[in-house]
């Protein structure tokens, strides 16, 4: 008997122009980091966001070292950020030489705690010459970065409002969540400044690649500036500051075109694939599907399931590895940076939400591609765990 097809946790969906335009690519020679792909693409990016600036990066994580450089985020600096988070959101952070200081999620939305974020600056910050000052390390506050993890839009006004009145920078990690709304707006497009990802496993992908989205055309500039090896002189290779060479290449976004033609669909398509798991497991003792906050319209990037172990009969740990066997590939939660290796020194605001949902929470299969059948072989795999 052959086992079961493998189904994986959130694969690139090709279904679109991709190997045209990569052919297209290859024709014309234009395969490198410029062509007219790599503007198209930046185009498409703004336009389905509804940014006036976008610039396109080689990776996620570029763009958010790009953003936080842009922002002004300096070294000796503190940023606020998620602590249940991918480690690139705080790496990119480190990069900038600043610290990240941790918020803790919200139980309610799995997102940063905006009453925390209010609660420090309030609190634990004094009004300094630049910003808001840390009280015990004397350290400013630069900015804020509110991830919006797995599709679920952040509870962005308290935070806004606490931005504004410390005059922050609020830079947003949109990675997870390109289509994603808060109260009808884009997100990426609430803060100053907006990283996305465009890596394998996410919504839309280039094979690997970011961009930096903004409202403010100096910011953009400045980021392009950057990403470009800073050259001053269209001719001369002179450099008028420490630049990176953080572009994305005609090829990947020739990938990126083909797959934002497609944005509804691939959207539509993780969002029936949300309710579908939702209806599965609704009335399920111990299954909790991931909240949705009414103000949100999210994308359901990875819908992501909480387990009780008391109360289901089974642990994440279980469940994931009995769907291992069966040849279905789930994912726990990121380690909270607070708790991790690289980022552990770091302040941490709370943590408790956060620890709970890594201790529980997993995520289940998400291609835009999952067919109904391997859903309900996921679901099945699931409901078996019970004891
Ligand atoms: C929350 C978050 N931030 C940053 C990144 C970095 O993006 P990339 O992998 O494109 O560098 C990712 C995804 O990988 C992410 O999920």
């Not at 990569?22 to 703004?46: H, I, K, Q």
């Not at 600056?121 to 390390?137: H, N, Y």
């Not at 798991?277 to 399931?305: H, K, N, Q």
């Given at each position: 008997m052959p086992?079961d097809?493998?189904?994986?946790l ?10 045209a ?11 490198s980091?410029?062509g007219p792909y790599?503007?198209?693409?930046e185009?498409?990016?703004?336009g389905a ?5 976008a ?11 790009t953003?936080l ?11 606020l ?5 991918f480690?690139?959101?705080a ?21 940063m705690?905006p009453?925390r974020?209010a ?12 910003g ?9 506050v ?9 599709g679920h839009?952040?509870?962005m006004?308290p935070?806004?409002?606490?931005a504004r009145?410390?005059?922050l920078?609020?830079?947003?990690d949109?990675t997870e ?6 109260k009808?707006r884009a997100?990426?497009t609430?803060?100053d400044l907006?990283?996305?990802?465009f890596?394998?496993?996410k919504l839309?992908?280039?094979?690997g ?6 409202g ?8 392009r ?5 800073a050259?001053?002189?269209p ?5 008028d500051?420490?630049?990176y060479?953080?572009?994305l290449?005609?090829?990947?976004a ?9 944005l509804d669909t ?8 949300a309710?579908?798991?939702?209806d ?9 599907f ?5 103000w949100?319209?999210?994308v ?8 009780d172990?008391?109360?289901f009969?089974?642990?994440r740990?279980?469940v994931?590895?009995r769907?291992?066997?069966?040849g279905?590939?789930?994912r726990?939660l990121?380690?909270p ?9 770091a302040?941490c605001?709370?943590?408790?939400v ?6 529980q ?9 999952l ?6 072989r ?7 765990c019970?004891?």
């Amino acid at each position: 008997m052959p086992s079961d097809p493998f189904i994986p946790l959130s694969e690139p969906w090709l279904a679109g122009n991709e190997a045209a335009y990569l052919a297209d690519c290859v024709a014309t020679n234009w395969v490198s980091s410029a062509g007219p792909y790599v503007d198209r693409f930046e185009g498409m990016v703004a336009g389905a966001v509804g940014a006036a600036h976008a610039v396109a990066t080689a990776s996620g994580t570029a763009a958010l070292h790009t953003a936080l450089m842009v922002a002004g985020v300096g070294p000796g600096d503190l940023v606020l950020t998620s602590t249940l988070t991918f480690i690139a959101s705080a790496n990119a952070i480190a990069y900038t030489g600043a610290e990240p200081v941790l918020v803790d999620a919200d139980p309610a939305t799995w997102q940063m705690d905006p009453a925390r974020v209010a609660a420090y600056l309030a609190e634990d910050c004094a009004p300094g010459p630049d910003g808001p000052v840390e009280k015990a390390s004397g350290r400013r506050v630069a900015a804020v970065m509110p991830v919006h993890i797995l599709g679920h839009p952040v509870d962005m006004d308290p935070i806004l409002a606490a931005a504004r009145a410390h005059r922050l920078v609020v830079v947003e990690d949109a990675t997870e969540s390109l289509g994603a709304r808060y109260k009808g707006r884009a997100a990426g497009t609430l803060g100053d400044l907006a990283a996305f990802s465009f890596n394998g496993n996410k919504l839309v992908t280039c094979g690997g690649g970011g961009m930096v989205v903004t409202g403010d055309g100096a910011l953009a500039a400045r980021a392009r500036h950057l990403t470009t090896q800073a050259k001053s002189d269209p001719v001369e290779s002179e450099h008028d500051a420490l630049g990176y060479n953080y572009r994305l290449t005609n090829i990947q976004a020739a990938v990126g075109c083909a797959q934002m033609e497609r944005l509804d669909t691939m959207v539509a398509a993780r969002r029936r694939i949300a309710a579908a798991y939702r209806d599965a497991f609704a009335g399920v003792a111990g299954l909790a599907f991931m909240p949705a906050a009414d103000w949100a319209e999210p994308v359901f990037w990875l819908s992501t399931v909480r387990i009780d172990r008391e109360i289901f009969g089974a642990d994440r740990r279980a469940v994931l590895a009995r769907l291992a066997e069966k040849g279905i590939q789930a994912r726990p939660l990121w380690q909270p940076l607070h708790r991790g290796a690289v980022h552990g020194g770091a302040r941490c605001l709370g943590g408790a939400v956060a620890e709970a949902l890594q201790d529980q929470a997993l995520s289940l299969p998400s291609s835009g591609s999952l067919t109904d059948a391997d859903q309900a072989r996921v679901v099945a795999a699931v409901l078996a765990c019970r004891a």
